[in-house]
Antibody
């Protein structure tokens, strides 16, 4: 079964740091670009970041650029999101998602995890 | 950045109805348009990619059309399990990857 399982979401104070993880199974992880997408409570979907199959290319939404870092460990079938200088507006459910393309990106998301909740509050 | 605008923002319909949701891009995105369904408390699910290609396992009552700036998602005969929020998303000029604001489909 193709599966993504996120972890690491907690309550953190503004200015704090957090690392999210996503464990992938059921597909050849290092064949695919991976993404993080977030959803603030009661709001729509916002793309956060992507990383190419080999980790060689990374991109970020302007709202997180310079504060968040995406990475992956293909030997562990795992995706990560290091989140620094957290703000209240970063409060959201963070989803890990698999790109629908192969080694070339399609920037469509065909597999999603269940999400992990990050709450930034004092 | 490319802005995606969906209409309507919410919609009430009955089981068996034919429903159409529209998505408009702020500039041409060719056919690089994807549709997702999200049910409460669940992750989004890819329905349609590249404007009109049905994702594997998605019922054929879902269809997508359009190119350039104007796109539609059509559900030919609404089923009880189709009541959800639907999002369009462009994958043409990225990053950033951008979504529409969502269309909430409710039971009349």
């Amino acid at each position: 079964e193709v599966q993504l399982v996120e972890s690491g979401g907690v309550v953190v104070q503004p200015g704090g740091s957090l690392r999210l993880s996503c464990a992938a199974s059921g597909f050849t992880f290092d064949d695919y670009t991976m993404h993080w997408v977030r959803q603030a409570p009661g709001k729509g979907l916002e793309w956060v970041s992507l990383i190419s199959w080999d980790g060689g290319s990374t991109y970020y939404a302007d709202s997180v650029k310079g504060r968040f870092t995406i990475s992956r460990d293909n030997s562990k079938n795992s995706l990560y999101l290091q989140m620094n200088s957290l703000r209240t507006e970063d409060t959201a459910l963070y989803y890990c998602s698999k790109d629908n393309g192969g080694p070339g990106r399609s920037d469509a998301f065909d597999i999603w995890g269940q999400g992990t909740m990050v709450t930034v509050s004092s | 950045d490319i802005q995606m605008t969906q209409s309507p923002s919410s919609l009430s319909a009955s089981v068996g109805d034919r429903v159409t949701i529209t998505c408009r891009a702020s500039q041409s995105i060719s056919s690089y348009l994807n549709w997702y369904q999200q049910k409460p408390g669940k992750a989004p699910k890819l329905l349609i990619y590249a404007a009109s290609s049905l994702q594997s396992g998605v019922p054929s009552r879902f269809s997508g059309s359009g190119s350039g700036t104007d796109f539609t998602l059509t559900i030919s005969s609404l089923q009880p399990e189709d009541f959800a929020t639907y999002y369009c998303q462009q994958s043409y000029i990225t990053p950033p990857i951008t979504f529409g604001q969502g269309t909430r489909l409710e039971i009349k």
